[in-house]
């Protein structure tokens, strides 16, 4: 199993744990964490993710992801396919980053990409660029293949 973890994600973990669905969401990236060192899942990674993670300003939460990202199996670069596919999501409403998130994942035939962003994955469920791809919540995604 491949998966994407945005940066959304990535943050969970670190964000503040008073709110349920924040801390439900928090479990469930750490659930994933743990199963990828224990199973035959895949993290893939990208360029983008490094990218937008160096850009936190808080150097105590960008240094702790940095050592999560270390872990990355695979890290997709930036290529015209995705600059092109990427430009195709965002004429359809997708911000740029996701879209550049999005295709690095189709890129390296993710099986799922995750996200904490409710409008990114609502837009990106129904995408038929992205119809080969599971986007889901990763609370959500967790329930469903337990």
């Given at each position: 199993m491949k998966i994407?973890?945005?940066v959304c994600c990535l943050n969970r973990p670190f964000d503040d744990q008073t709110q349920d669905r924040v801390h439900l969401e928090a479990e469930?990236?750490?659930s994933i964490f743990r199963r990828l060192e224990k199973s035959g899942w895949t993290w893939i990674?990208?360029?983008v993710v490094l990218y937008e993670v160096n850009q936190i300003p808080n150097n105590d939460r960008k240094h702790r992801i940095l050592r999560l990202c270390d872990k990355a199996s695979h890290v997709v670069t930036l290529d015209?396919?995705?600059y092109t596919l990427a430009e195709k999501l965002k004429h359809l409403g997708v911000k740029s980053y996701d879209a550049l998130h999005l295709c690095c994942a189709k890129k390296a035939n993710t099986d799922v990409f995750l996200s904490t962003d409710d409008k990114l994955v609502k837009k990106?469920?129904?995408n038929?660029?992205?119809s080969?791809?599971?986007v889901d919540n990763p609370l959500n995604w967790l329930r469903k293949i337990w």
């Open positions: 994407y973890l945005d469930a990236v750490l990674s990208s360029s015209n396919d995705i990106s469920r129904n038929k660029i992205l080969d791809m599971k």
